[in-house]
C-alpha cells in the first residue's frame, strides 16, 4: 500500500488567517489520484478537495487549494480566509487511478481556529 | 437524498461476543467500503465491494466478515469482538474506482 505522510499532527490559525497542511506520500505510479478530506467533531468524512495527478492545475475549491507538486510527491491544502467551522481534523489521501479500489490515508492534522 | 447511513451509531460489546454494522446508500453506487479509524493512524480499509456479488479484503480483514447484501447494502460481521477491535467504523460508496468515495456517519464501537 502507498504511504501517505502528515507530518503535523497539529496545527492553529487565527480567524481570518491562512494556515497550510503538509502532506506526502510515497509512490512509483505516474497516474493516481489526491484527495483532503475533512472530519469535523460530528465524525462525518466531508470531501474537501480533489487532484488529478495528470492535471498540472491545481485544484481549488472557494477557499481552500492545494498546491501539487508532483516531482516531489507533496500535496499541500491551504486554508485561506479561516473560519471557526474550518476547525476540525483533515486527512490527505491517495488512490491509485488504476483498477484498485483502496484509498490509503494519512494520519491526519487537527485544525484549531482561534477567534 | 440520505447518501450513506450506516447504524447503529454507538454500540458497547463484550469480548467474544457478535454483532453486524449495517450500511446502506441510495445513490446507486456499485462499490461500498468498511473503513476503521484509530487514534493517531488515519483510516485503513477492512473490506470492500467492487460490486454486487464480490467482496474483497483490504490492509487490515482479520477477525471481520462482509455481506453485500445487494446493490445498496453492504454489512460487516465481528463474530467474536475483541478489545483491539474498539474503533470507529465507516462505510463509504462510490460509482467505481476512480470516483471520490462518499462516506457515512460512522459507527463508535467499544469492545470491553
Known amino acids: 500500500a502507498q504511504t501517505v505522510t502528515q507530518s503535523q499532527p497539529e496545527m492553529s490559525v487565527q480567524e481570518a488567517e491562512t494556515v497550510t497542511l503538509s502532506c506526502t506520500y510515497d509512490?512509483?505510479?505516474?497516474?493516481?489520484?489526491l484527495f483532503w478530506y475533512k472530519q469535523p467533531p460530528s465524525r462525518q468524512m466531508i470531501l474537501v478537495i480533489r487532484?488529478?495527478?495528470?492535471?498540472?492545475q491545481n485544484a481549488t475549491e472557494n477557499r481552500f487549494s492545494v498546491n501539487f507538486q508532483k516531482a516531489a510527491k507533496s500535496f499541500s491544502l491551504k486554508i485561506s480566509d479561516s473560519q471557526l467551522g474550518d476547525a476540525a481534523m483533515y486527512f490527505c489521501?491517495?488512490?491509485?487511478?488504476?483498477?484498485?479500489?483502496?484509498?490509503?490515508f494519512g494520519a491526519g492534522t487537527t485544525v484549531t481556529v482561534r477567534a | 437524498n440520505a447518501g450513506v447511513t450506516q447504524t447503529p451509531k454507538f454500540q458497547v460489546l463484550k469480548t467474544g461476543q457478535s454483532m453486524t454494522l449495517q450500511c446502506a446508500q441510495d445513490m446507486n453506487h456499485n462499490s461500498m467500503y468498511w473503513y476503521r479509524q484509530d487514534p493517531g493512524m488515519g483510516l485503513r480499509l477492512i473490506y470492500y465491494s467492487a460490486s454486487e456479488g464480490t467482496t474483497d479484503k483490504g490492509e487490515v480483514p482479520n477477525g471481520y466478515n462482509v455481506s453485500r447484501l445487494n446493490k445498496r447494502e453492504f454489512s460487516l460481521r465481528l463474530e467474536s469482538a475483541a478489545p483491539s477491535q474498539t474503533s470507529v467504523y465507516f462505510c463509504a460508496s462510490n460509482w467505481g474506482s476512480t470516483d471520490t468515495q462518499y462516506f457515512g456517519p460512522g459507527t463508535r464501537l467499544t469492545v470491553l
Open positions: 487532484q488529478e495527478a495528470y492535471k498540472q
Open positions: 509512490t512509483s505510479e505516474s497516474d493516481y489520484y
Open positions: 489521501a491517495y488512490r491509485s487511478a488504476g483498477n484498485d479500489y483502496k484509498l490509503s
